[in-house]
């Protein structure tokens, strides 16, 4: 089974989907689009994704491609800590260092470590950390430095002068299986943090308390709501969608009525499906 995930290889996404899926044969993707356009065209039966860092906050662009893609639902969650290294080619030295390279929420997540110990020295946004770390190795004439994982020091064979460089120790990646099927991973080995339902919800119209009727949905069924996230329809200042995490097993009659109620008063519902939470190694 081909399974995609947000390359290139030694990115903490591959991490993650090599605890996911050991057996199964990994395709690394340029970007977020490319790993839901891979689901989408049959090139790949599942990808991985970031969706949250604790530090950091949503990654937008996978709600947005959720929202874009009703075709493709969520199969599971899996939780893993990050940790930040500065890294140089063996060539070169600390002291000569010219520019930072890193994916922008690696850098951010490092800020006050970077702007402590290297003000001066410019940071280079780049497509992943481990592109940045790849790009590194390549350039061993050039001082340059990446903040990436200690898989990707080891793979393009990069000395760390820095290690967990990260602003806060607990900083953990939230990353998502996606597939065009609900409910189909199982994973014995791995630590369950218990399940969840996802949902996307748009409003009918722009009303006064039209937010709060649907969360009433929810409210009056004492259905715990563990994550609410707007984000722009792109359509006009003031139109949203909401991404929305039910915490709790699956409870066919309470679910399924909550889902209709939420019909009933014109809300577009794209439910995402009901799925475990993992916890992973770093």
Request: charged share 20%; glycine share 4%; proline share 5%.
């Amino acid at each position: 089974m081909k399974i995609a995930f947000l390359g290139p290889h030694a990115s903490f996404t591959q991490l993650a989907a090599a605890q996911l899926f050991p057996d199964e044969e990994l395709l690394p993707q340029a970007s977020i689009l490319d790993c839901f356009n891979a689901v989408e065209n049959g090139e790949a039966v599942k990808a991985v994704v970031p969706l949250e860092n604790s530090i950091e906050g949503t990654v937008s662009m996978t709600l947005d491609y959720l929202y874009k893609t009703p075709s493709i639902k969520i199969e599971a969650e899996a939780v893993m800590p990050i940790a930040h290294h500065l890294m140089i080619h063996p060539k070169n030295s600390v002291e000569n260092i010219e520019r930072i390279y890193s994916h922008p929420q690696a850098l951010a997540q490092s800020f006050h470590f970077l702007d402590s110990h290297y003000k001066e020295i410019p940071k280079q946004d780049f497509s992943s950390t481990a592109a940045a770390a790849k790009f590194v190795s390549e350039n061993p004439d050039t001082s340059i430095a990446a903040v990436a994982n200690q898989f990707a020091a080891n793979l393009y064979g990069l000395k760390i002068i820095n290690r967990n460089i990260q602003d806060f120790e607990q900083n953990h990646t939230r990353f998502i299986i996606i597939s065009k099927h609900q409910n189909t991973y199982k994973n014995d080995r791995l630590e369950s943090l218990g399940e969840k339902s996802g949902m996307l919800i748009t409003l009918p119209e722009d009303h006064p308390g039209g937010l709060h009727q649907v969360l009433s949905v929810f409210a009056w069924r004492k259905m715990n709501l563990s994550k609410i996230e707007s984000r722009t329809l792109k359509t006009g200042l003031g139109n949203y969608f909401f991404f929305i995490n039910v915490a709790g097993p699956w409870e066919e009659v309470l679910h399924e009525n909550a889902l209709k109620e939420l019909e009933s008063i014109k809300a577009n519902v794209d439910f995402l499906g009901n799925y475990q939470e993992f916890l992973l190694e770093s």
